[in-house]
């Protein structure tokens, strides 16, 4: 049974709709896909329904960007509530703070001699949480740049001269929020923060898993992260991180080797917690 447990659709930077998503999910073959899009809920529902009809399990993810001791985190969240109050005011803020970010990129762009105005990366966007692949989408649009990757190469990656750090919130507060809602935690896509000494601390804050398989990580870095979550009894998640077919990036959906057993244990710790 194929797992994917990292995805993301328009309801943040992705490029087919979130009810879409678990059709693609299913011609790759798999059967137990997570919508993790970024500080948004909002496509779960969509996509959770249409898997419904072909055999597709969703799981109702998030990825949180968040402040960790080195810098910015990504912090899946899984078995999320659809109707928590809480969770939702959070994720509006959230997606508040994406939007004033957007328009001091701009800001800085045009400073530079580069034009983008608002309603383009809007159009891009539509109501999905706004990022920067959309400014990118943007610049494309208007020629600026060939494409995605040029963009990030030329303005947007960090220490270019579009990039905007976020105020990120801190990694305990979304750990506590979503261990409260009965929910899992993962760090994302570590690389080479997932240091031994980092996955301690990351435990100890209460983070339940570390993402080992993820296409940013080779066999190397996979295998050590294996190796770290069982020595410190970490729980393990893995997921394609795709963002669509026509993604910069173009990785593979289920690509990524997830074995069952992995969600199984995560699944059994939101039981545990939810009971
Ligand atoms: P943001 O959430 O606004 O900070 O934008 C980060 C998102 O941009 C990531 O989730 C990726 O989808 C995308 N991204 C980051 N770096 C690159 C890159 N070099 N090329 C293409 N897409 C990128
Ligand atoms: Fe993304
Ligand atoms: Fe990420
Ligand atoms: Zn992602």
Redesign the pocket.
């Known amino acids: 049974m194929g797992v994917d447990l990292h995805l993301?659709s328009t309801a943040?930077?992705g490029t087919v709709p979130p009810e879409l998503v678990p059709s693609a999910a299913h011609a790759a073959g798999i059967h137990v896909m997570a919508l993790t899009d970024?500080?948004t809920i909002a496509g779960v529902s969509a996509a959770t329904a249409s898997g419904h009809e072909i055999g597709v399990r969703v799981i109702a993810g998030c990825?949180f960007?968040v402040a960790a001791w080195w810098g910015?985190l990504?912090l899946l969240g899984y078995f999320l509530p659809l109707d928590d109050a809480d969770l939702e005011a959070f994720l509006v803020r959230q997606r508040k703070d994406?939007e004033g970010?957007?328009t001091e990129i701009l800001t800085r762009l045009a400073n530079g001699g580069v034009h983008i105005k608002f309603d383009a990366v809007l159009a891009e966007a539509k109501t999905g949480s706004?990022?920067?692949?959309h400014?990118?989408r943007a610049m494309v649009n208007a020629g600026i740049v060939g494409s995605?990757?040029e963009?990030?190469?030329r303005f947007?990656?960090d220490g270019k001269p579009g990039f905007v750090p976020?105020q990120l919130v801190d990694v305990t507060y979304v750990v506590d929020l979503v261990r409260r809602l009965g929910g899992v935690t993962s760090a994302a896509h570590l690389k080479d923060r997932g240091t031994r000494t980092n996955l301690t601390r990351l435990r100890e804050i209460g983070v339940d898993a570390v993402e080992v398989q993820h296409p940013a990580h080779d066999a190397r870095v996979s295998s050590r992260l294996h190796q770290d979550a069982s020595d410190l009894g970490m729980l393990m998640t893995g997921g394609s991180?795709w963002?669509g077919a026509e993604?910069?990036?173009r990785v593979t959906l289920g690509a990524v080797d997830v074995p069952y057993a992995w969600l199984q244990k995560i699944e059994n710790v939101h039981r545990e917690r939810a009971a």
């Not at 706004?130 to 692949?133: E, Q, V, W």
Request: charged content about 35%; aromatic content about 4%.
């Open positions: 993301h943040s930077d970024h500080d990825e960007s910015e990504h994406r970010r957007i706004l990022g920067r692949p400014v990118a995605v990757s963009a990030f190469d947007l990656a976020r991180d963002h993604n910069p990036r």
